[in-house]
């Protein structure tokens, strides 16, 4: 079956420093995948996306993730981060390649922002 | 261009109260999944409805809890005779047919039992 770890429950980094947030999955298949970024409080925003082609994947807000087959891995990574990226962070897979498909989460990141 | 919208925010129930969330898809779209969020926890998926169908409930507890997406009017997740462990955020999001899309979600409601 088709899953999602998040090996790092809480992170914090210094305003301006970069961040890489970890992300493993094992599916059958090329996996479709996602990275959805949580505010307090708030729904789920989608920031990026892979479905095929190029590995390196960029998103909204400065975000980006490789898709590594050889690791089973799709990390998310920001050069510089900002107080305003504080927020919870969950890696997805959905389970089929269908419109049909739920969505498994990964448990989550919580990033916090040292000023 | 209205995304998913989700009535009540909040809601707050009695053990035994029963709770009505509400969900509108995103104008055009036909599916809507529901997902639990349990207190640090991710996201569980919970049930996926079209249109006057249950197409999977597989992630819904036996009991207490339905689910329907009415032909008009938005879906409702519905639970009976709430319990503590009910207390969780419930995100709704909705998405189109053919192949995969993405899913929209809504800002979730957030219920409290007391």
């Known amino acids: 079956a088709q899953s999602v770890t998040q090996p790092d429950i809480h992170i914090t980094v210094s305003e301006g420093a970069s961040l890489e947030l970890r992300c493993n999955y094992s599916y059958g298949a090329t996996p479709y995948l996602f990275w959805y970024v949580q505010s307090p409080g708030q729904g789920l925003q989608l920031l990026l996306k892979?479905?095929?082609?190029?590995?390196l994947v960029q998103g909204i807000k400065g975000f980006e993730a490789e898709f590594k087959r050889s690791q089973s891995s799709f990390n998310l990574r920001k050069p510089s981060v900002h107080w305003s990226d504080a927020a919870e962070y969950f890696c997805?897979?959905?389970?089929?390649?269908?419109?049909?498909?739920?969505?498994?989460f990964g448990s989550g990141t919580r990033l916090s922002i040292r000023p | 261009n209205a995304g998913v919208m989700q009535n009540p925010r909040h809601l707050v129930r009695r053990r035994g109260q029963e709770a009505r969330l509400r969900c509108s898809p995103m104008k055009g779209h036909s599916h809507v999944y529901w997902y639990r969020q349990l207190p640090e926890e991710g996201l569980k998926f919970m049930v996926y409805?079209?249109?006057?169908?249950?197409?999977?409930e597989s992630g819904m507890p036996k009991e207490r809890f339905s689910a329907e997406f009415p032909k008009e009017g938005p879906s409702i997740l519905r639970i009976q005779q709430v319990v503590r462990g009910d207390s969780a955020a419930y995100f709704c999001?909705?998405?189109?047919?053919?192949?995969?899309?993405?899913?929209?979600f809504g800002p979730g409601t957030r219920l409290t039992v007391l």
């Open positions: 997805a897979v959905p389970e089929g390649y269908s419109s049909a498909s739920k969505i498994i």
């Open positions: 999001a909705s998405g189109a047919s053919g192949l995969y899309n993405e899913q929209f």
């Open positions: 892979y479905f095929s082609g190029d590995t």
């Open positions: 409805l079209q249109k006057e169908n249950i197409i999977d």
